[in-house]
């Protein structure tokens, strides 16, 4: 009989809902919430209230696009943590009601964990030992996989995440939120050598955004306005350019420091068309064999949540009912 996968996302502001059936994706949606633009960042409250807005159509569109009826359904996953309490709640009360109702197995997953493991949704998959370089809103790690479920943090951010120095750039700049993709879209048009950024000096795998924030800020703070709008593209290819390089020479350094050759990166600054390209190039400068999630399964998504649970429900990795939504800080 086949294996059919409920798997629900909702750490942070979008609602997702995806169904795989036997290890393939059939549906992916998601709600995107448009009410935190006017704050300048993520309004958690808003989002919980959102998600509960959300998570019953969604759902609902999942399993329609699907074709499969929840009575089919062999498990029900969901996002545990990392991630907002409040919206962390909202998705695992419903996982939990629905696994219940159905009596089925639910099977709790690890935020980061399933960003990595986006890289097995398509057909040609990493082999192990596999390295991936995760770069999100609130996390850069530098992952190694021995297994889909075998995964060791290698090297972290020591302050800021690659996505919040975007963001932060891009909001020192006067760009709405979320600023990473408006980063990349304007340094398409710019000439990343422009304006030089420092990079900081940490030892070892660790990264660390704080002082590039800082200088991009006194940088704009010593310029006139009229000079930023005129030089934007310039401005925002020479800053994207800047957190690239901070991620691959430590990419390089873990690939030459334990020899593995399949690299990946993944999470929603993995969407970045310099950071894609950048891992391509390398990736023929060392030979590597290189991983690129499609888009939708960069930024938040639940079908990586249901890859994940596939491997767990494969595993016989099941939840109980009292597993606690943000508990559980490792994978
Ligand atoms: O993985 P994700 O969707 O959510 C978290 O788990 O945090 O990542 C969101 C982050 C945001 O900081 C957003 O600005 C960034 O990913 N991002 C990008 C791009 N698309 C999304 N950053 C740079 N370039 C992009 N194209
Ligand atoms: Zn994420």
Redesign the pocket.
């Known amino acids: 009989m086949s294996v059919k996968i409920l798997a629900i996302e909702s ?2 502001d ?1 609602t997702g809902a995806s169904v795989l059936v036997d290890g393939k994706i059939l549906s992916n949606c998601i709600a995107n919430q448009t009410v935190h633009e006017q704050y300048g960042g993520v309004v958690p409250e808003l989002a919980s209230r959102a998600h509960q807005e959300n998570i019953v159509p969604v759902v609902d569109l999942a399993l329609k696009k699907a074709g499969v009826s929840k009575e089919e359904l062999s498990a029900i996953a969901f996002t545990q943590a990392p ?1 907002l309490m409040g919206s962390l709640l909202v998705g695992s009360s419903f996982a939990k009601s629905l696994a219940m109702a159905l009596d089925i197995p639910l099977i709790a997953v690890h ?1 980061m964990q399933a ?1 990595v493991l986006a890289n097995f949704i398509a057909e040609s998959k990493p082999s192990f030992p596999f390295l991936c370089l995760t ?5 850069t790690q530098i992952v190694r996989c021995d297994s889909p479920l075998q995964m060791k943090v290698i090297g972290e951010t020591l302050d800021d ?4 120095a ?2 932060k750039s ?1 909001k020192l700049l006067g760009l709405p939120y ?4 408006l ?2 879209k304007y340094a398409a048009q710019g000439d990343p050598k422009r304006f030089k950024f420092p990079e900081p000096q940490i030892p070892g795998l660790n990264f660390s955004f704080s002082g590039l924030k800082t200088s991009i800020l006194y940088f704009i703070q010593s310029q006139e306005p009229q000079f930023i709008q005129d030089n934007l593209a310039d401005i925002c290819a020479s800053i ?1 350019q800047r957190i690239i390089s901070i991620l691959m020479n430590k990419l390089v350094k873990a690939s030459k420091e334990t020899g593995i050759k399949e690299i990946g990166i993944a ?3 993995s ?3 310099g ?1 894609r390209k950048a891992l391509e190039e390398q990736g023929a400068k060392y030979g590597w064999n290189t991983y690129i999630p499609k888009f939708e399964y ?3 998504n639940a079908a990586m949540i249901a890859i994940t649970a596939w491997y767990k429900y494969q595993a016989g990795e099941f939840a109980g009912l009292d597993v606690i939504p943000g508990a559980r800080a490792a994978f």
């Open positions: 750490s942070c979008d991630g935020h960003h770069v999100s809103g609130g996390h995440a690659a996505g919040e975007f963001d891009a979320p600023g990473g993709p980063i990349d994207q999470g929603g600054v969407a970045n068309s950071l960069c930024t938040d």
